[in-house]
């Protein structure tokens, strides 16, 4: 079946920790996209990308970096210039045509320790 | 003003009522509307796309208000299954093939048996 996998399902940092959230899609989709959710919040885009080799920052990209070598493949570092990374992270891709919307991935929850 | 303003809830609705939810935007530019449905620590899954003529899918019914620029969601004979968190999505711009959607903050709905 086609969807998007993300990896881990929960992580714990530690303070001053990098840590690396998977994003795999089999859709064949070219956008790719992460999203943040904090507690009673919508979400809100860290980066995207519309193409392999290409990525722009959305809404609140500092203290996260992405990259995305491969089309299947949208990995988020969250970095320790990160100062409040405990969050519900949601990874999405799009088919590019308007009326279909996101897929997204069944999040990962990071939590600071 | 929020570029996607939703009212957050909670709806506390009895079973069989009907609900309405309504969701403003801003952006006049936008070409893209959806409804999307999460469950309690969930990733959102799409409900509907919302299209100018509007639309159906069984109990739900969406429309798009372009003059008064929000969009709404109709929810009829209300199901114990229909408790969630209903979030509006919106493209931020005209450019179909590159949909950075803006999510609202989510209305949250309880049917009550």
């Known amino acids: 079946d086609g969807g998007i996998t993300q990896s881990p399902k929960y992580l714990f940092r530690k303070e001053g920790q990098n840590v690396t959230l998977s994003c795999e899609q089999n859709l064949n989709h070219d956008a790719m996209y992460w999203y943040r959710q904090d507690p009673g919040q919508g979400l809100r885009l860290i980066y995207y990308?519309?193409?392999?080799?290409?990525?722009q920052k959305g809404d609140i990209a500092e203290g996260y970096s992405v990259s995305r070598e491969k089309k299947e493949s949208f990995p988020l570092t969250v970095t320790s210039a990160q100062k409040n990374p405990t969050a519900f992270y949601l990874c999405a891709s799009y088919t590019g045509f308007g009326h279909y919307g996101y897929t997204f991935g069944s999040g990962t929850r990071l939590t600071v320790v | 003003r929020k570029e996607v303003e939703q009212d957050p809830g909670p709806f506390n609705v009895p079973e069989g009522a009907t609900v309405a939810f309504n969701c403003t935007y801003s952006n006049s530019a936008s070409q893209s509307f959806f409804w999307y449905r999460q469950d309690c620590r969930k990733e959102p899954k799409l409900l509907m796309s919302v299209y100018s003529s509007g639309n159906e899918d069984g109990r739900f019914t969406a429309q798009l208000n372009r003059a008064s620029q929000y969009i709404s969601l109709l929810i009829r004979d209300s199901k114990l299954s229909d408790s969630a968190t209903y979030l509006c999505?919106?493209?931020?711009?005209?450019?179909?093939?590159?949909?950075?959607?803006?999510f609202g903050t989510g209305t949250r709905l309880t049917i009550i048996p």
């Open positions: 999505a919106m493209s931020a711009g005209s450019n179909f093939g590159n949909e950075k959607l803006t």
């Open positions: 990308s519309q193409i392999v080799n290409d990525f």
